[in-house]
C-alpha cells in the first residue's frame, strides 16, 4: 500500500438496516478537490471483497484524491445477505454514497466498478485469498461494474462512471442483464476498460452494447489481456492512470 496515503475503517448502515465496513482512502498532503471516488468491488462468488482494490484506492489517495472502498451485504464484515442478482445491493451503494457527502463534504462523486475476483491472484492459495482479503468465505453473488452502473442515476453527485471488465457478454446477461437498461440510458459521462481477451465479453459485444449508450460514453481496450489479468494487481497502477485520466476530461 502507498506511503503517500492513510485509511481509515468506518460503519456505513444502509436504508434497509444492513452495516457496511467501508474504507477511506486519503492523501497524506493536499487534496485536490472535493471529488471522491467510490470504488465497487468484484463479483464476491469469486471471492470479490473491497480488499481487491486497496491497490487502486491507494493509488488514487497517492495523487490527491479521496478513495472509498467497502464491502457490500454478506462480504467480509459487513451484515445481511447478498442478492443474486444484485439488486439489493444497489442500496449499499446508494447507502455509502450519501455517507460520503454527508461526511467527507463532497457533493461530486466518480462511479469505479470492478467486476472479476480473486482468480486474477493465481498462485495464491484460495483460502488465504478469501479470507485474507475479506475477512471470511465469500459465497455471495455480486458485480461491482453492474450494480454501480445501475446506481448511476440514483445518486445526483455522482458525476460520472468508469468500468473495469463490464459483463455484457451473453452468459453474464442472465445474472446481471437486467442492470444494462440503467448505464446504458445515463446521461452522464462512462469509460469502459476491458482487455481484448476478456472470457465475459468480446470486443464486438462491448461495441454493440455501447451503440445504444446514451451521453457521452468512452472504451479502453488493453490488447491480449483476459478479465482477471486485468482486474488483478498487476494492472493497478495502469488503471489508477486511466481513470485520472478520465477525470481531468470530465
Known sequence: MSRDCTVETC????????????????????????????????????????????????????KGYRAVTFDMRGVGRSTGRASLTGFQEIKDVVAVCKWVCHNLSSDRILFVGSSAGLSAYEGVNFDV????????????????????????????????????GYPFGMISSILFGRHHKAILQSPKPKLFVMGTRDGFTSVNQLKNKLKSAAGRVETHLIEGVSHFQMEGPAYDAQMVDLILEFITSL
Not at 479470507?131 to 458525476?159: L, R, T
Open 11 to 62: 460503519t456505513v448502515e444502509t436504508s434497509d438496516g444492513v452495516n457496511l465496513q467501508a474504507r477511506i482512502f486519503s492523501p497524506k498532503e493536499g487534496i485536490k478537490d472535493n471529488l471522491v471516488i467510490v470504488l465497487v468491488h468484484p463479483y464476491s462468488v469469486f471471492g470479490g471483497c473491497q480488499g481487491l482494490l486497496r491497490g487502486i484506492a491507494s493509488g488514487l489517495a497517492s
Open 129 to 164: 485469498r478469501v479470507q485474507g482479503f475479506c475477512g471470511k468465505e465469500a459465497g455471495s453473488n455480486v458485480n461491482g461494474a453492474p450494480i454501480s452502473g445501475s446506481a448511476v442515476d440514483e445518486v445526483e453527485q455522482v458525476i460520472a462512471y468508469v468500468s473495469l
